[in-house]
């Protein structure tokens, strides 16, 4: 199954689900799909950086919000840092 699919099947189930796409910096257009039980696909192209989205994720699902988040670096994480880096990733 894609991504896309696993979103629409957990959507029409009304199964929380997250996804997250990277929409600045490198890997743009690269996507996560998360729920509270974890990463079911995809990837933004950093272990660390998709560790960190998962865990920001299931507490917006929890929170039942929406949002934009701003990473450093790689290796650098902090979804409170402004992105100021060429290297950055913005995740939406």
Do not use: F, K
Not at 2 to 25: E, K
Not at 54 to 64: F, Q, Y
Request: proline share 5%; glycine share 10%.
């Amino acid at each position: 199954m894609t991504v896309y699919t696993t979103l629409a099947t957990r959507i029409r189930a009304n199964q929380p689900v997250a996804l997250a796409t990277v929409i600045d910096g490198p890997h743009v257009g690269l996507t996560l799909l998360m729920s509270p039980e974890g990463i079911l696909g995809g990837t933004l192209g950093d272990a660390e950086l998709d560790r960190v989205v998962a865990r920001d994720a299931v507490g917006e699902l929890e929170a039942g919000r929406t949002g934009i988040r701003h990473y450093g670096p790689p290796r650098r994480i902090n979804a409170r840092r402004s992105c100021r880096h060429s290297n950055r990733a913005c995740i939406c």
